[in-house]
C-alpha cells in the first residue's frame, strides 16, 4: 500500500523529471538552431568558385541566405505596426 508521503515524492519527481525534459528539449533546439545559423554564415562566406565547385550558384543558396523575420535593418519597419503619417 503506498503512503501519502510516498505519493506525494512520487508527483515531485514525475514534476521534476518532466521539467528536465521541457529544458532539455529547449537546449537541443536552440543549439540546432545556432548550428543551422553558423552553416549560413559559412555558405555566405563561400566565393563564387567555391559555389560552382559544389554546383551551386548565389541565386540557388539565396533563399536560404535572408534574414530571420524579426532581424530587421534600420530602414525596416516592422510589417505589423501602423505607418503613421
Do not use: F
Amino acid at each position: 500500500m503506498t503512503t501519502i508521503a510516498e505519493a506525494k515524492a512520487q508527483a515531485k519527481s514525475s514534476y521534476w523529471a518532466s521539467v528536465g525534459a521541457v529544458i532539455v528539449r529547449a537546449v537541443v533546439r536552440v543549439l540546432a538552431w545556432h548550428e543551422r545559423a553558423r552553416e549560413r554564415r559559412r555558405l555566405l562566406a563561400l566565393s563564387e568558385y567555391a559555389l560552382r565547385d559544389i554546383g551551386k550558384s548565389r541565386e540557388d543558396v539565396a533563399p536560404s541566405l535572408r534574414p530571420a523575420p524579426w532581424i530587421m535593418g534600420e530602414s525596416d519597419q516592422p510589417s505589423w505596426r501602423a505607418r503613421i503619417s
